[in-house]
C-alpha cells in the first residue's frame, strides 16, 4: 500500500460541533485503478480532484456502484466499523451485475482500515456521530462506445455524520413509478437507480409527501422498499419485511433488524408485504408501525402513508411501545460499544503506525 | 460564447483512413457549467481533463443522460448534421426525468454548431464516414447525499466514425433480463440504462450471441428494443415496430425509418408486437426480416433469433429484396446528401469566421 499523507491537513479547522453533512470531507481518501486485467497498488492520497475528460465511461454508460457504511467512535476514543464484510460483499454482487471487476475484499478492507484509522481524528462521538464513509467502483476509460470500460478506480472517500433526529415522515405508496424491473439492477446498489429515484421523489414531495414506498412495477400490490431504505410494516405484534430478491437492495440494517428482531423473540414474517394487506390493516386499526431503516439514519418512523388520493395516518407510539424504536437502540448501542455484540458484529479499527 | 482554441491541436496528425473509433478524440470539446440555479456561459476549449473527486455526484448516483449523433461531409466538403433539434429535445426529456436541469435548445444548438465548424477537419469523407457526436449532461457536485445535485456539466465531445460493415448478427430474446420497468426510466438515454444492459449481454454473449432483444419485464411477451438500437419485424410485407412508451427509447432513426417507409407506402404497423406472433410467423415462413436501427450503426439486420433454447434463422434476402437495406439507403442518402431531403432533415453546419 502506497501512503502518500496530506501535506496540507484540513482537520485542525474541523469544528466536530459544527460541520456540514455530506460535503466536510476528511484529508485523505483510498483510490486504487484497475488497467490492464487488474487492480493495481492501493493507495491513500490527500482528498481532491482526479482528472477525466466528459467521455470518461462512469458518467457516460454508468458503469459505477457504491457503498455506505459508518465508523464509530466509543466514549474512550477506539473506532469500530459495522458489519464491514457486508459491505466488501456487497459492492461485489453490485459490481458483477454492471459487468464491473470485482474489487478484493483484501484491498476494500485494507483501504477502509487504513483510511479510517490515519483519519480518525475526524470521526466525531456522541450520540448519533459517526464517519460516514462511501466506497465506490466507477468505469474511468475515456471512449464513445457503449460497451464495458477497461478501466475502473476503486475509491474510498469520507465525510464525517451528524447525529439527527428523524422526525417522522409521510410516504406515498407509489402507484405509477418504480425504482426496479424484473430481470433489473433493483438489488444492487448502482448508481443509477438513484437518479431514477429523484423525479418521482420530487413528485411525492410536491403532493406533500417525503418520500416514496416503492411497489413492484408490474402490479403496484406489493411493498419493495421505502426511499433508500428497506422497509418494515407492524401489524398487531407482529413484523413483516418484505424478503429481497434481485428487485430489493439487501440492506445490512434491515438484515441486523431481523436478527435482533428474532433476540428479542419478536414474530417476524420475511415475504410478501401486500398493500391490500397494509391499507386493511390500518383500516381496521392492528396495523401499528411502518419505518424505514437503512445505514444513513437508522430507523425512519412512517406517520402517515399516501395510497392513491388518501392520506392514512399512523398511530403516534411512545418508544417503549415502538418496535421500531427499541430495536434502533438495540442496534445503535452495539454499533457505538454500549452495549455487548454476541453477533460479533463490531470490528475495531487498530492504530497502527505507518511508516512513512 | 467563450472560444479557446487549442495550441496544440491533433489535427495534423490524423489520418482519416487508419484511426480507432471511440477513443480518438476532436481538437476541442464544449462545456457550460451549471450553477447557482442557472447555466453558466457556453465554453469551446480543448479536449482533455477536468477535475473531479470521487465524490462527484455523477458518478455516485448516475444523474446523467446523454446523446448520440452524427455529423456527416458530403464530396463538396459541406457539412450537415441530421435532425439535431431531434437530439436537443431528447435529452431533455433524459434530463427532466432525472431531475437535471434541462439545457436550453439554443445553447445545445450553438455548442454542437460551433464544435462542428472549428473542428470540421476531423469528419473523414466516404460512404459510411462520419463524425460521431456526445452531448452529455451530468451532476458535478461533490457531496455525499442521495439527493439531486445543485451543480451539472454540459458537454459535447466527439470522435471520427468509421463506415463499418455490420455484418448479420444473432440476437437472443431475452426471457429473463430487462432494461426497463414500467414507471422507470427506458425512454430516456439515461447513463445507468446502458451499464444494466452489459452483463445480460455478456451471458447472451457466452450463448453464442451478439445481442438481446429486450422484452417487456412483467411477461416477456412483447418486444421492446434490441441491443442500443429500436427494432423493427418484417412479416410478410407489412413492417412492426413496438409503439414508443415511457419503456422504450424515441429513436431518432426508427422515426425517419417511420417516415421513409411511408414514403414507398410501404405498410407499417406500430404497436405491440408479440414474441409469440414472431416465433409462429418464424414458424410458417412469413417472417422475412428482423432487423435494429440507431445511430451508430443505422440497420443492423439479424439472421438468427434465440428463443428459449431454440435457434431460429432467419431468411437471407437481397439487397434488392431486404426493407431494412433499402430503407437504410434512403435515410443515407438524405444524411449524406446524395439524394434530395423533403423531408428538411439535413442542417448545414455553416462555416463560420470566429473573432478570437
Ligand atoms: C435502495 C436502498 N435500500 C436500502 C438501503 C439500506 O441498506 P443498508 O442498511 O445496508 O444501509 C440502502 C442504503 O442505504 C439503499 O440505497
Ligand atoms: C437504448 C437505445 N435505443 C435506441 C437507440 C436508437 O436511437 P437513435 O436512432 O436516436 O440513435 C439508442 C441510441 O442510439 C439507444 O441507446
Same mark, same amino acid.
Given at each position: 500500500?502506497?501512503?502518500?499523507?496530506?501535506?496540507?491537513?484540513?482537520?485542525?479547522?474541523?469544528?466536530?460541533?459544527?460541520?456540514?453533512?455530506?460535503?466536510?470531507?476528511?484529508?485523505?481518501?483510498?483510490?486504487?485503478?484497475?488497467?490492464?486485467?487488474?487492480?493495481?497498488?492501493?493507495?491513500?492520497? &490527500?482528498?481532491?480532484?482526479?482528472?477525466?475528460?466528459?467521455?470518461?465511461?462512469?458518467?457516460?454508460?454508468?458503469?459505477?456502484?457504491?457503498?455506505?457504511?459508518?465508523?464509530?467512535?466509543?466514549?474512550? %476514543?477506539?473506532?469500530?466499523?459495522?458489519?464491514?464484510?457486508?459491505?466488501?460483499?456487497?459492492?461485489?454482487?453490485?459490481?458483477?451485475?454492471?459487468?464491473?471487476?470485482?474489487?478484493?475484499?483484501?484491498?476494500?478492507?485494507? %483501504?477502509?482500515?487504513?483510511?479510517?484509522?490515519?483519519?480518525?481524528d475526524?470521526?466525531?462521538?456522541?450520540?448519533?456521530?459517526?464517519?460516514?464513509?462511501?466506497p465506490?467502483?466507477?468505469?474511468?476509460?475515456?471512449?464513445?462506445?457503449?460497451r464495458?470500460?477497461?478501466?475502473?478506480?476503486?475509491?474510498?472517500?469520507?465525510? &464525517?455524520a451528524?447525529?439527527?433526529?428523524? /422526525? &417522522?415522515?409521510?410516504?406515498?405508496?407509489?402507484?405509477?413509478?418504480?425504482?426496479?424491473?424484473?430481470? %433489473?439492477?433493483?438489488?444492487?446498489?448502482?448508481?443509477?437507480?438513484?437518479?431514477?429515484?429523484?423525479?418521482?421523489?420530487?413528485?411525492?414531495?410536491?403532493?406533500?409527501?417525503?418520500?416514496?414506498?416503492?411497489?413492484?412495477?408490474?402490479?403496484h400490490?406489493?411493498?419493495?422498499?421505502?426511499?433508500?431504505?428497506?422497509?418494515?410494516?407492524?401489524?398487531?405484534?407482529?413484523?413483516?419485511? &418484505?424478503?429481497?430478491?434481485?428487485?430489493? !437492495?439487501d440492506?445490512?440494517?434491515?438484515?441486523?433488524?431481523?436478527?435482533?428482531?428474532?433476540?428479542?423473540?419478536?414474530?417476524?414474517?420475511?415475504?410478501?408485504?401486500?398493500?391490500?394487506?397494509?391499507i386493511?390493516?390500518?383500516?381496521?386499526?392492528? !396495523?401499528?408501525?411502518?419505518?424505514?431503516?437503512g445505514?444513513?439514519?437508522?430507523?425512519?418512523?412512517?406517520? /402517515?402513508?399516501?395510497?392513491n388520493?388518501?392520506?392514512? !395516518?399512523?398511530?403516534?407510539?411512545?418508544?417503549?411501545?415502538?418496535?421500531?424504536?427499541?430495536?434502533?437502540?438495540?442496534?445503535?448501542?452495539?454499533?457505538?460499544?454500549?452495549?455487548?455484540d454476541?453477533? %460479533?458484529?463490531?470490528?475495531?479499527?487498530?492504530?497502527?503506525?505507518?511508516?512513512?
Amino acid at each position: 500500500m502506497i501512503i502518500q499523507k496530506s501535506s496540507n491537513p484540513r482537520i485542525s479547522s474541523f469544528d466536530p460541533t459544527s460541520f456540514s453533512f455530506g460535503n466536510t470531507f476528511i484529508d485523505h481518501m483510498i483510490i486504487c485503478e484497475y488497467n490492464n486485467g487488474k487492480w493495481g497498488d492501493l493507495q491513500l492520497v &490527500p482528498y481532491g480532484p482526479i482528472g477525466f475528460t466528459p467521455a470518461m465511461m462512469g458518467v457516460n454508460y454508468g458503469q459505477a456502484c457504491f457503498e455506505g457504511m459508518k465508523a464509530y467512535k466509543d466514549k474512550d %476514543g477506539k473506532v469500530f466499523l459495522f458489519r464491514p464484510e457486508k459491505n466488501a460483499e456487497r459492492i461485489n454482487k453490485s459490481a458483477k451485475r454492471l459487468a464491473i471487476p470485482e474489487i478484493p475484499k483484501e484491498i476494500f478492507m485494507e %483501504g477502509l482500515k487504513t483510511l479510517v484509522d490515519i483519519d480518525r481524528d475526524w470521526i466525531p462521538h456522541g450520540e448519533g456521530m459517526s464517519l460516514y464513509i462511501r466506497p465506490l467502483l466507477f468505469a474511468t476509460e475515456e471512449a464513445l462506445k457503449a460497451r464495458v470500460s477497461e478501466k475502473y478506480l476503486f475509491a474510498i472517500v469520507a465525510t &464525517p455524520a451528524k447525529s439527527y433526529y428523524a /422526525a &417522522p415522515v409521510s410516504v406515498k405508496i407509489s402507484d405509477h413509478y418504480s425504482r426496479s424491473a424484473n430481470g %433489473g439492477v433493483g438489488f444492487a446498489k448502482a448508481a443509477g437507480n438513484y437518479a431514477a429515484s429523484f423525479y418521482p421523489t420530487q413528485l411525492a414531495i410536491e403532493e406533500g409527501y417525503d418520500q416514496i414506498i416503492w411497489t413492484d412495477d408490474s402490479t403496484h400490490e406489493y411493498f419493495e422498499e421505502s426511499g433508500t431504505m428497506n422497509v418494515f410494516v407492524r401489524i398487531n405484534d407482529t413484523i413483516y419485511t &418484505p424478503k429481497t430478491s434481485e428487485k430489493i !437492495l439487501d440492506g445490512v440494517t434491515r438484515d441486523s433488524f431481523l436478527q435482533l428482531a428474532k433476540r428479542r423473540n419478536l414474530e417476524v414474517v420475511v415475504g410478501d408485504v401486500k398493500v391490500s394487506d397494509v391499507i386493511a390493516a390500518q383500516r381496521n386499526e392492528t !396495523l401499528k408501525e411502518v419505518w424505514g431503516v437503512g445505514t444513513a439514519v437508522v430507523t425512519s418512523i412512517f406517520e /402517515a402513508l399516501g395510497y392513491n388520493d388518501e392520506h392514512l !395516518l399512523l398511530p403516534k407510539l411512545s418508544e417503549e411501545e415502538s418496535f421500531a424504536a427499541m430495536l434502533k437502540k438495540d442496534l445503535t448501542d452495539i454499533q457505538t460499544n454500549q452495549a455487548e455484540d454476541p453477533f %460479533g458484529w463490531r470490528v475495531l479499527v487498530e492504530e497502527q503506525v505507518y511508516d512513512l
